[in-house]
């Protein structure tokens, strides 16, 4: 690698080549400098990255420390499956391997993370005047294991008073969060 892969500057005896941690591409000091934690690749100090695997890495961060536990903690939900009119009361959590979504109530399901194709977060409170919409469900479509065909999935928060709608809201906030950042990760 003659070049620094993001300004071209050519590499001598004073410009010397670094590798981002994360994609390995080479670069300059100017464009590979920030040094960000990159847990998920079992480096303990943080490692030098170029600017846009810095802030991938960030996300990441952040969304590890705070999406993940509340994902793997769960929330209840009404959910539907398909067209059908009958919901059925179930919690909803992340595997402890994160790459299962497991619903148990009457009926259990465990839904491949990587078969899930779309995810729309449903609100309400939206107002004219630019006020707070908060998360009251979702709908989630995912390909079953040897089908080409899509099933989709609603949930909607509980409205009982033994399920907590505040919890369910989070959870639904992390579930957002998290579908971003697998939908950022997939385009690289």
Known sequence: CPRCMQCDTKFDFITRKHHCRRCGKCFCDKCC????????????DPVRQC????LISQKETEFYDKQL?????????????????????????????????ILDGDSHYEIEIIQISTVQIITEGFTPGGGNTRAVGMIL????????????????????????????????AAMHKATKLLYESRDQ
């Open 33 to 44: 400098s920030k040094k960000v934690p990159l847990p998920r690749m079992c480096f303990v």
């Open 51 to 54: 600017a846009e695997c810095a």
């Open 141 to 172: 479509q995912y390909k079953v294991p040897g089908s080409e065909e899509l099933t989709q999935m609603k949930f909607t928060a509980s409205e009982d008073f033994s399920c907590n709608k505040k919890l369910s809201a989070s959870w639904l």
């Open 69 to 101: 536990k509340v994902l793997m903690n769960g929330a209840t939900f009404f959910v539907t499956l398909g067209t059908s009119d009958k919901s059925e009361l179930m919690v909803c959590r992340l595997s402890n391997n994160q790459r299962y979504l």
